[in-house]
């Protein structure tokens, strides 16, 4: 069973940039996750989408970040501008039955 | 949502077994104890999660005491490879529209 991939691996961009990372869940998953992680920090939950529909996104800073999972399947994850402080890796999760949330690679972006 | 606190650091050697222990003195009734792990540059992966009493699989046990306001996550016989960062979540289930939410993790370093 392939698990969730996500893309870009790495991201280096400006700040006032804009800057879109990319998830594929696993095969049937209904429930997608972004999360944004900060060094030396456990995970932190963006935005939670069940099939195409939001679920929670009470700590997506809206003013900068979007997302968006059209069709229920893939997701992106946007970031417009983007600042020094956004510099983290990005996350994305999906989950079938409710026990476990099966993580991607992450992407590693880097504001300067 | 409950707090949960964790060694921040631990350190092992190979062979020996490693109990972790979490501290949730707010644990609703309806919590479930979660154990993730997480390698460096990857996301985080489902270990093992409990109610009450004990809980074992391939890779790990997980004790919870009758009061519940703590837990403790036993790795028996680690390697090299257990080394990451362990996290212990308390929530409800994500069946009951529970959610993640990470703390800052116990960095456990396993020695040669």
């Known amino acids: 069973e392939a698990g969730v991939a996500q893309s870009p691996r790495y991201k280096i961009i400006e700040k006032r940039q804009s800057v879109a990372f990319w998830c594929n869940p696993i095969?049937?998953?209904?429930?997608l996750y972004w999360y944004q992680q900060i060094l030396g920090q456990g995970p932190k939950l963006l935005i939670q989408?069940?099939?195409?529909?939001?679920?929670?996104d009470s700590q997506l800073p809206k003013d900068r970040f979007s997302a968006e999972r059209l069709k229920g399947v893939d997701s992106t994850l946007k970031i417009q501008p983007a600042k020094l402080e956004d510099s983290a890796v990005y996350l994305c999760?999906?989950?079938?039955?409710?026990?476990?949330?099966?993580f991607g690679p992450g992407t590693r972006l880097t504001v300067t | 949502l409950a707090k949960t606190t964790q060694p921040i650091s631990m350190d092992s050697y190979e062979g020996q077994e490693v109990n972790i222990t979490c501290s949730h003195n707010?644990?609703?009734?309806?919590?479930?104890i979660t154990w993730y792990q997480q390698f460096p540059s990857q996301g985080p992966r489902f270990i093992i999660q409990?109610?009450?009493t004990k809980v074992t699989n391939e890779v790990a046990s997980l004790f919870i005491p009758a009061d519940r306001k703590s837990s403790t996550l036993s790795l028996p016989r680690v390697s090299l490879s257990d080394t990451a960062v362990y996290y212990c979540?308390?929530?409800?289930?994500?069946?009951?529209?529970?959610?993640?939410?990470f703390g800052q993790g116990t960095e456990l370093s396993v020695k040669p």
């Open positions: 999760a999906s989950s079938l039955v409710a026990v476990e949330q099966y």
């Open positions: 095969s049937g998953h209904a429930t």
């Open positions: 989408f069940q099939n195409n529909g939001v679920v929670d």
């Open positions: 707010n644990i609703a009734t309806n919590d479930y």
């Open positions: 409990g109610y009450k």
């Open positions: 979540l308390v929530g409800a289930p994500l069946a009951q529209g529970g959610k993640l939410i």
